[in-house]
T-cell receptor, first 113, second 117 residues
Framework: SQKIEQNSEALNIQEGKTATLTCNYT??????LQWYRQDPGRGPVFLLL?????KEKRKERLKVTFDTTLKQSLFHITASQPADSATYLC????????????FGSGTQLTVLP | DTGVSQDPRHKITKRGQNVTFRCDPI?????LYWYRQTLGQGPEFLTY????????KSRLLSDRFSAERPKGSFSTLEIQRTEQGDSAMYLC???????????????FGDGTRLSIL
């Protein structure tokens, strides 16, 4: 069956360091992958989309990689700040659907001052 | 604010009652999605509309759940005969339709939190 796995535990890092979050998937061949940020009590907010033919995408302090051979995406936040503390979700379109997204369970990131 | 809005933000009801939630998407978006999210999990897809047509439904969507988007603008999600397991955050999202592109980001509302007593 299709599965998405993110870092299973919460991630704590020191302010100024680079946070690296992992998204692994099995039994998928997605055309793209998206990353979202979610704060407590709020809906997810779109951050980045990376297509299967792109190895890397950057936006300000954010960087996403997409390795379709390893079936893995890495999400990096450089020069992390306490305001980056949130849950980060990866999402892919499931096989057979062009519209809906299947989300991982998320990684809770805490940036310590 | 022209984001996705959901109403109500919180709903507490007794088991067996019917509840209805409303979603107003971003005005120029013709795609609308409903998801359900429980604590510690990511959102789970429930259903998708392209304009007023309901094109995809999850197997999670039992016959107690019904969604409508009568004029292709706002949408409602109704749960009949609520059960304790229906307690969750119900999220609505919308996206634009640029030609045949299917990978547009989804814009989420802040959800309706349903608690079944």
């Amino acid at each position: 069956s299709q599965k998405i796995e993110q870092n299973s535990e919460a991630l704590n890092i020191q302010e100024g360091k680079t946070a690296t979050l992992t998204c692994n998937y099995t039994n998928y061949s997605p055309a793209y992958l998206q990353w979202y940020r979610q704060d407590p009590g709020r809906g997810p907010v779109f951050l980045l989309l990376i297509r299967e033919n792109e190895k890397e995408k950057r936006k300000e302090r954010l960087k996403v990689t997409f390795d379709t051979t390893l079936k893995q995406s890495l999400f990096h936040i450089t020069a992390s700040q306490p305001a980056d503390s949130a849950t980060y979700l990866c999402a892919l379109p499931p096989s057979g659907s062009a519209r809906q997204l299947t989300f991982g369970s998320g990684t809770q990131l805490t940036v310590l001052p | 604010d022209t984001g996705v809005s959901q109403d109500p933000r919180h709903k507490i009801t007794k088991r067996g009652q019917n509840v209805t939630f409303r979603c107003d998407p971003i005005s120029e978006h013709n795609r609308l999605y409903w998801y359900r999210q429980t604590l510690g999990q990511g959102p789970e897809f429930l259903t998708y509309f392209q304009n007023e047509a309901q094109l995809e439904k999850s197997r999670l969507l039992s016959d107690r759940f019904s969604a409508e988007r009568p004029k292709g603008s706002f949408s409602t999600l109704e749960i009949q005969r609520t059960e304790q397991g229906d307690s969750a955050m119900y999220l609505c999202a919308s996206s634009s339709d640029r030609g045949l592109e299917s990978n547009q980001p989804q814009h989420f509302g802040d959800g309706t939190r349903l608690s079944i007593l």
